[in-house]
C-alpha cells in the first residue's frame, strides 16, 4: 500500500489499482488493465475491461483488490449505470474518472505480496485454510486436525 499511496501523491491521481498478473485463460474472472504505455512495476492505465472474455482482454494485469481512490470516484459511481450483473461496478466508475480526464495507474504487486481470491467457494477455503494454518493461535491445532481427516482418521 505504500507504494500505491505514493504513486497516488507523486503523480496527483484520481486511482490507484494494485494489479497482478493471471493465466489468460482466467482473465473473465477479473477487471483487467489496458496500460497505456507498457507495464512495468508502475503503469498508466488506458482503460479497464471488466470480465473481459481472452479475445476481448487487453493484457492479463488483473485487479487484485487494493485501491486508491479521489474523492472524485463518488460523483463518477453516482453517475455509473450497472453493468455485468445488474451491478454498479468500481471498474466502471474508474473508467469514467478516466475518461473525464483523471489520470489512473497501476501497480503491480511486488515479491512476498499476494492477493487472495474468495469470490467462491472453493477460492474461499483456500484463502481460509491459508490464513487459519498461520494463526499463531489456532494454526497448529487446525494442522493436526487436517492431518488426522486426511490420514482418514
Not at 508502475?42 to 492505465?45: G, P
Given at each position: 500500500m505504500r507504494?500505491?499511496?505514493r504513486c497516488f501523491e507523486e503523480r496527483q491521481a484520481a486511482a490507484v489499482i494494485a494489479f497482478e498478473e493471471v493465466p489468460v485463460a482466467d482473465v473473465r474472472h477479473y477487471g483487467i488493465a489496458a496500460p497505456k504505455n507498457g507495464a512495468g512495476d508502475?503503469?498508466?492505465?488506458d482503460d479497464l475491461v471488466e470480465k473481459p472474455s481472452q479475445a476481448e482482454a487487453?493484457?492479463?494485469l488483473a485487479i487484485a483488490a487494493r485501491y486508491v481512490l479521489s474523492p472524485a470516484i463518488?460523483?463518477?459511481l453516482s453517475e455509473t449505470q450497472p453493468g455485468k450483473g445488474g451491478e454498479i461496478q468500481l471498474t466502471d466508475?474508474?473508467?469514467a474518472l478516466i475518461r473525464k480526464g483523471g489520470r489512473a495507474y497501476g501497480v503491480r504487486l511486488g515479491e512476498g505480496e499476494r492477493r487472495y481470491d474468495i469470490g467462491n467457494f472453493e477460492t474461499y477455503f483456500r484463502a481460509f485454510v491459508e490464513f487459519a494454518l498461520?494463526?499463531?493461535r489456532f494454526g497448529q491445532t487446525l494442522r493436526h486436525h487436517l492431518e488426522h481427516v486426511l490420514r482418514g482418521r
Open positions: 507504494r500505491m499511496t508502475v503503469f498508466e492505465i487487453p493484457s492479463n463518488f460523483p463518477a466508475g474508474i473508467r498461520a494463526d499463531p
